[in-house]
């Protein structure tokens, strides 16, 4: 993320929160800037806290929530010092509309999930529109969130096994044959 | 689905890992006897209007007069579920109690399809999500490839790129309002919509070759400048269009059949909107003045002047009337690109990104091998990531990409609109007419191609 560095600097004052002398953080957690968007790297233990702190702080809705599968991700993935990172990454969106007059701020939170036990709690009772998220998050890349009223798969048939978003999942390809027409039509 | 499985055999993948927790039960709706008061809060969005203890009363009270209710099915295959949408409703009398969405019936796996083709291909692959607005999704996915690029498109591609969704809005809208005729009653609003909106296809087969799944919008610009006279072929669909939304206006929103089939039909709050994440013409229909091209501006929208159209209740008329006025403020919106088409190039011209013209292949050896890598290997993009979002006809269309510096994108996520507002469905049909559930649907206009990508 070295080559990110120069317009993060450039980005970061043109936002609502004023400069701070690194390191940078929000609720305790470290703050990095990706492209001039504002990314929070929120451990697992804590993710529920932070999240409900940045709730009542004014993030009133968690507009994209995804997983990712870091396994055969070779280049420097932007962590701070200090971030452990694991095998999968739960990426959510929110939103804050501003609509008291301190303008729109947007925040990237990142989650690192160990391979070995991919669990998270449920976001349902704060933001009931993770619902969905939540279960494809489960269905494509397998990361459980605990709590969850209804978990299962959303978009794969219920019988499937596997998550296709996983790194290890073969993708499938349907041979196709080529073959010379014997008769003249 | 079993021959499926065969196919994508896990092959080296540690079995365990892939079996681990994978039968989790099935998607279908339970009966309300075996509710739990947890599932009565998620069916009910009662996390919005009552307590967990206030659910458990009416989950026990369910459970006592399981016999009133009754858990029908709807779609996938019924006609007026947009595609291959799956309802399950339980219903007392004709009063529908709970609502569950079933999908998946249209998933194709396009997320994972993205990681095997290079950022110049990936247009193919996103124009066939939204398929209604397919120029969006290439908008979206360009957007955010030339942020991680860290690349400035040229100003005519810019404004090539509002005229053209601007556009591709007002085709999506005019599906709507077939659709939307046609699902109520009104069918020969269906044929009126669909005639209307192939006028606007035309122009887009003039620009772009095709009427759907353009692969128009690209990395840098736009795949080809506007074709000699584009301006009389777009002021003609504009003097076309306003007098046939007048006879939309004579034919619906004036008429009190209409009027009565829709208005306090399917109500939803701001509250509601904002705690489901929902966006579009869904949170504006409410009275909540959010629209990303106003609030959060990109490509040019901050020097053309428009309205943000919003309703006052919330139901399924304001959601009609909001896409049918959206048309004429996108009308506006493309009557400024005509007058303000600056000119210039219409791709960056940097030849890592863009392919060199066919003409300069022949004579520069330079041109050659940047045309052969670049359809070959495919140009480089920094790693890193970035989501940019886009203000759909359905509402925020993100892409949020992964990149690890190789030619293709490590992890592509489109936050598809319809996807998240299909979780409105529940809340609205909550204590109405089952045969109001087919005005409800019609009105959140998902597309399901994107709801299951």
């Known amino acids: ?99 008291g007059g301190h303008g729109v701020r947007r925040l990237r939170v990142r989650v690192q999930v160990p391979a070995d036990d991919p669990t998270l709690p449920t976001l349902f009772s704060l933001y009931p529109g993770t619902e969905a998220m939540e279960r494809e998050a489960f269905d494509m890349v397998g990361i459980t969130f605990t709590g969850h ?33 014997t008769d003249a039509r | ?40 809060l998620r069916e009910r969005g009662a996390v919005l209007r009552m307590s967990e203890a206030e659910a458990e009363a009416p989950a026990e009270e369910a459970a006592a007069d399981e016999d009133q209710t009754m858990i029908i099915n709807m779609g996938p295959q019924h006609p007026s579920t947009h595609g291959v949408l799956r309802l399950m409703l339980e219903l007392d009398g004709e009063t529908v109690l709970r609502t569950k969405p079933v999908i998946g019936y249209l998933h194709t796996g396009m997320e994972r399809t993205a990681e095997d083709l290079s950022y110049l291909q990936g247009c193919t692959n996103v124009t066939r999500m939204d398929y209604a607005s397919p120029l969006f999704n290439e908008l979206a996915f360009s957007l955010t490839v030339e942020q991680l690029l860290g690349i400035d498109i040229p100003e005519r591609a810019t404004w090539i790129r509002m005229l053209m969704t601007e556009l591709n809005r007002i085709s999506s809208h005019l599906l709507f309002l077939a659709t939307n005729g046609m699902d109520i009653g009104a069918v020969s609003m269906m044929i009126y919509g669909w005639r209307e909106r192939e006028e606007v296809l035309r122009f887009f087969e003039k620009v772009t070759g095709l009427r759907m799944n353009h692969n128009y919008i690209r990395v840098g610009g736009v795949a080809a400048d506007l074709p000699p006279g584009w301006r009389d072929d777009v002021l003609r669909l504009l003097d076309l269009l306003p007098p046939r939304l007048e006879e939309y206006d004579i034919l619906m929103t004036g008429q009190p059949i209409w009027r009565d089939r829709l208005q306090g039909v399917g109500m939803i709050t701001a509250e509601e909107c904002l705690a ?30 428009f309205d943000v159209v919003v309703g006052s209740y919330g139901d399924c008329f304001d959601r009609f009337a909001i896409r049918l006025n959206e048309i004429r403020e996108s009308m506006r919106i493309v009557r400024q690109c005509l007058e303000q088409m600056p000119k210039g190039p219409y791709r960056i011209q940097d030849k890592k990104v863009t392919p060199p013209p066919r003409a300069r292949i022949d004579e520069s050896m330079e041109a050659l091998i940047h045309h052969f890598k670049i359809f070959t290997e495919g140009f480089k993009v920094p790693e890193g990531e970035a989501y940019v979002p886009v203000e759909s006809p359905r509402g925020e269309l993100g892409c949020y990409i992964v990149s690890d510096g190789s030619s293709k994108p ?43 990508r």
């Open chain 2, 276 to 305: 489901l994440g929902v966006t579009g013409p869904i949170l504006r229909s409410t009275g909540y003045a959010w629209d990303l091209r106003r609030n959060e501006p990109y490509l040019a929208y901050d020097q053309v002047d």
């Open chain 2, 410 to 452: 490590y992890r592509m996520h489109v936050r598809g609109p319809s996807f998240v507002n299909l979780q409105s469905l529940p809340h609205m049909m909550h204590g109405g007419f089952i045969a109001d559930a087919v005005a409800v649907i019609s009105s959140v206009d998902p597309i399901m191609g994107e709801v299951d």
């Open chain 2, 1 to 40: 689905m079993s021959s499926d499985a065969a196919i994508t055999d896990p092959g080296t993948a540690d079995a365990h890992d892939l079996e681990h927790r994978t039968d989790e039960g099935g998607q279908g709706m339970t009966s309300a006897a075996v509710l739990g008061a947890a599932e009565a």
């Open chain 1, 149 to 181: 009223p209804d978990p299962n798969r959303i978009l794969m048939p219920e019988d499937w096994a596997g998550h296709p978003l996983r790194k290890d999942y073969a993708s499938g390809r349907i041979p196709v044959q080529f073959k010379a027409t």
């Open chain 1, 1 to 99: 993320m070295t080559d990110a560095a120069a317009p993060t600097e450039a980005d970061a004052p043109d936002d609502t929160t004023p400069a701070v002398p690194e390191p940078e953080t929000m609720h305790g957690c470290p703050v990095t800037w990706s492209r001039g968007q504002k990314v929070l790297h929120v451990g697992g233990a804590d993710y529920a806290k932070v999240l409900g702190a940045l709730q009542a702080e004014g993030f009133h809705t968690c507009i994209d929530l995804c997983a990712v599968d870091y396994l055969t991700y070779e280049a420097d993935r932007g962590l701070p010092p200090g971030v452990e990172p694991a095998r999968f990454e739960v990426v959510l969106h929110l939103i804050d509309h501003g609509m």
